[in-house]
């Protein structure tokens, strides 16, 4: 193991060499920096990719860090990182494969270091007879600090002016004989990303994902006609397009942009497609969150009776949301097999779960009409009937019916942007909340109604109860006197 690290932590003669005939190694990447933009405060390391043999891509391994993050300065860091490149890439050239087995080229490596010091000799001596990963593991391990500080002394005095030079040299007459690298277009690296998302997120995010790009590429077109490579792309030039969506919206707005590019661009950089993910060092904005005020009790009852003339239909899509506490655009997700007759229960997949299961307390079962003879592939919910087929996506049914409530109910009762299908939710809460608590104490009523809700934890339930101002004091009139 101590030669393994030897050979990655000393300087390799002539490494300036190395990376000349890169290109004909197609099996592996060019070891790269990351500097986190120069931040001392994150981890700084080398990384690598290699094409594994069973699928035939590229996959980007494990960082390498050794001790460089107890350095304090940034030209130690370079300086040490610098070393663990070349030294990486001189393993790589001499055929160190991480999906292989190395033992062979570990015991190359051993004879030709036969003509080492004598101190050398001695470190090999203590080499374990287990070698088959030890490359591999050693490149992962961290590595020996005093090790790295005989080598960056070393390369700092080896390197002199006559040798730089000729490096240079080397260099230009290399981009003079090789063509000019044609990048990625921004359209195409981004249909890429797309589709890889496609396998983590649902549909409708997919959609998200797709307006958001395409209002990117749209104003990158226009700002920036010349830019056509997806490198091409800044911080500066995220950030203006920003402050661009700020600017037309809003904070919240501006932070979900900011959120769904940061994670198409993630992408783009674990595939190697861009260098570095900027998104993550543009700040979140602050922003007011949207309240769905509850309904004065008076004020709900008065929406049910009317709605029981009016749309019986939209008054049982309310009660979802009211008794079963569940969102809109759940209640739009429910098909007739989602609902166990026999169980009284229902399953969906919630916002924070793919698949919750809730029961079907009897105030609402009872409002449900006869299912037992209808399609269950059918919605249970759709624009003229309880359970038929809808063409059109869940955002769709769900805008379908946030207009058709404002339309009945908001427009006949004059109820101002505060007020929508969500507030029955808060209501409900509330007031299922305040009735556990009149026999209960807090803890034990919280403990039952998180049972209820669905929120996975207690501190969820309480910061959700705040916003909605479920829990009251009562009059501290006295405290005064």
């Known amino acids: 193991m101590p030669l393994i690290r030897e050979f990655l932590t000393f300087t390799i003669k002539n490494e300036h060499d190395l990376g000349h005939d890169l290109k004909k190694k197609t099996h592996f990447s060019l070891p790269k920096i990351y500097t986190a933009d120069g931040d001392l405060s994150k981890r700084w390391y080398v990384y690598f990719s290699f094409r594994n043999p069973k699928t035939g891509r590229m996959k980007r391994l494990g960082n390498i860090y050794g001790k460089v993050n107890k350095y304090k300065t940034k030209e130690a860091r370079l300086t040490i990182l610098t070393s663990y490149r070349k030294n990486l890439l001189y393993l790589l050239r001499q055929g160190y494969n991480p999906f292989a087995d190395n033992a062979e080229l570990y015991d190359q490596l051993k004879r030709s270091s036969a003509t080492k010091t004598s101190i050398e000799k001695e470190k090999e001596e203590v080499i374990s007879s287990r070698v088959n990963n030890a490359i591999k593991k050693a490149i992962q391990e961290a590595i020996d600090e005093k090790s790295f500080t005989v080598n960056t002394k070393k390369e700092t005095t080896q390197k002199s002016k006559k040798s730089k030079e000729k490096e240079l040299s080397e260099k230009e007459k290399t981009s003079q004989i090789q063509p000019k690298e044609e990048g990625i277009s921004i359209q195409k690296a981004f249909d890429t990303a797309l589709d890889l998302k496609e396998k983590e997120v649902s549909k409708g995010t997919i959609r998200d994902y797709r307006s958001k790009i395409l209002r990117f590429i749209t104003w990158i077109q226009k700002t920036y006609p010349d830019k056509k490579n997806i490198k091409e792309i800044t911080r500066k030039d995220l950030t203006a397009f920003l402050n661009s969506i700020l600017l037309e919206t809003s904070p919240r707005s501006r932070n979900n942009y900011r959120?769904?590019?940061?994670?198409?661009?993630?992408?783009?950089?674990?595939?190697?497609?861009?260098?570095?993910?900027?998104?993550?060092?543009?700040?979140?904005?602050?922003?007011?969150?949207?309240?769905?005020?509850?309904?004065?009790?008076?004020?709900?009852?008065?929406?049910?009776?009317?709605?029981?003339?009016?749309?019986?239909?939209?008054?049982?899509?309310?009660?979802?949301?009211?008794?079963?506490?569940?969102?809109?655009?759940?209640?739009?997700?429910?098909?007739?097999?989602?609902?166990?007759?026999?169980?009284?229960?229902?399953?969906?997949?919630?916002?924070?779960?793919?698949?919750?299961?809730?029961?079907?307390?009897?105030?609402?079962?009872?409002?449900?009409?006869?299912?037992?003879?209808?399609?269950?592939?059918?919605?249970?919910?759709t624009p003229d009937k309880i359970g038929g087929y809808w063409e059109a996506n869940e955002t769709n049914r769900r805008d379908h019916f946030s207009k058709r409530f404002r339309s009945v109910v908001k427009e006949h009762f004059k109820l101002n942007e505060d007020y929508g299908i969500y507030s029955f939710r808060h209501t409900f809460i509330s007031k299922l909340y305040r009735k556990l608590r009149e026999d209960s104490a807090p803890f034990e009523a919280k403990s039952n109604l998180m049972l209820i809700t669905g929120h996975r934890s207690m501190s969820a339930l309480e910061k959700y109860l705040r916003e909605i101002d479920a829990e009251l004091p009562e009059d501290y009139s006295k405290l005064f006197k």
């Open 259 to 381: 959120t769904e590019l940061g994670s198409l661009f993630q992408v783009l950089k674990n595939n190697e497609m861009v260098t570095e993910n900027y998104i993550p060092t543009i700040p979140v904005l602050k922003s007011k969150p949207t309240r769905h005020k509850t309904y004065p009790l008076k004020e709900q009852e008065k929406i049910f009776t009317y709605l029981e003339k009016e749309d019986r239909d939209l008054l049982l899509f309310i009660k979802f949301v009211s008794y079963s506490f569940m969102r809109p655009i759940e209640v739009c997700r429910l098909r007739i097999k989602d609902i166990n007759l026999e169980t009284k229960t229902v399953q969906f997949k919630a916002k924070n779960s793919p698949l919750k299961t809730k029961i079907i307390p009897s105030i609402l079962f009872d409002e449900l009409p006869d299912l037992s003879q209808l399609d269950q592939e059918a919605f249970l919910f």
